[in-house]
Structure formats: structure tokens, C-alpha cells
């Protein structure tokens, strides 16, 4: 499975952006991961695609909402109320099944970048 970040950019510190990942085929759960400059990357939210359940960081609660789109084959994760400590690269990810230990497919990574 082959994943397309975007919708990353540049926005001040309250307002939102829309990350998009689309996928060439399906996987057992979709999610979102950030690395910021010198920090390791972190677990953001993911969803799995059969009945749409989430889970997220306790840093984006209430503020990050992650989506799919079936027909599509995309994943979206809505970033409200921005902060600077949110400035990172994000990356959308893949896992297989449900008895993959890991992430299996990662996508290249949309630069997010708040400003204060």
C-alpha cells in the first residue's frame, strides 16, 4: 500500500489545517504520527477503517479529529486550535492487520508549521 500526505503548511497559533493521506489500498487501521525538529516521533490518532473507531493523544483531544472517506480510500486529520508545540512533520501510516505489531506503511510526511 503506497500513502500520499498533504495539506501541510503554515498557520498561526489558533487556527486550523486539514491533512489528507491517500492510500493506493486498504489496511486494517489508518493513523497520524508527528516528529518535531529534534524530538522523536509521536503517535498523533488513528482510525480503523472497518467501523471508523479512534483513538488520540492526550495533547490533541478535543482539538484533532481524524476521518475517512471509504470511496475514497483517505484518511483525514482536521487540526483545530493550533499551537506552536504542534509545528511538525506528520506523517500518515498503515497497518496491516490486526496482528501486525506495527505500522507497516508509512507515507512521506506533510510539514505542519505554527506560528506564535
Known amino acids: 500500500v503506497q500513502l500520499q500526505a498533504s495539506g501541510g503548511g503554515l498557520v498561526e497559533a489558533g487556527g486550523s489545517l486539514r491533512l489528507s493521506c491517500a492510500a493506493s489500498?486498504?489496511?486494517?487501521?489508518m493513523g497520524w504520527f508527528r516528529q518535531a525538529p529534534g524530538k522523536e516521533r509521536e503517535f498523533v490518532a488513528d482510525i480503523r477503517w472497518s467501523d471508523g473507531s479512534t483513538n488520540y493523544a492526550d495533547s490533541v483531544k478535543g482539538r484533532f479529529s481524524i476521518s475517512r472517506d471509504n470511496a475514497k480510500n483517505t484518511v483525514y486529520l482536521q487540526a483545530n486550535s493550533l499551537k506552536p508545540e504542534d509545528t511538525a512533520v506528520y506523517y500518515c501510516?498503515?497497518?496491516?492487520?490486526?496482528?501486525?505489531?506495527?505500522?507497516?506503511?508509512w507515507g512521506q510526511g506533510t510539514l505542519v508549521t505554527v506560528s506564535s
Open positions: 489500498g486498504r489496511s486494517y487501521r
Open positions: 501510516a498503515g497497518r496491516r492487520s490486526m496482528w501486525s505489531p506495527g505500522y507497516d506503511f
